[in-house]
């Protein structure tokens, strides 16, 4: 299935608002830390990771990569970057 820039946008900070701990300190045009601002914990992580994998058919993300995803900036440019992969030229 292929997603406009603004489709994954949407559908990725649905997901983030949806499953932050802190919901009600998310601000969608806002970049905001995972962690400190929006509440996720190790489980909570795991579990975003999990629903964006399933929603967008993502590979699973490594723990490098993981690791280094901490704000929901860092969660957009992955998404784009893989669906951006595999779309054809």
Same mark, same amino acid.
């Given at each position: 299935m292929s997603y406009s820039s603004e489709e994954v946008r949407e559908t990725v900070l649905a997901i983030i608002e949806?499953?932050?701990p802190e919901r009600e300190r998310f601000e969608a045009g806002k970049d905001l830390r995972l962690v400190e601002d #929006?509440?996720?914990h190790s489980l909570a992580l795991l /579990? #975003? =990771?999990f629903a964006i994998e399933d929603d967008f058919d993502l590979p699973p993300i490594d723990e490098q990569t993981g690791? =280094?995803?901490q704000t929901t /900036?860092?969660?957009l440019a992955y998404v784009l970057g893989q669906v951006d992969a595999r779309t054809p030229s």
């Open positions: 949806q499953l932050a #929006l509440g996720f /579990e #975003l =990771a690791r =280094a995803i /900036e860092q969660v």
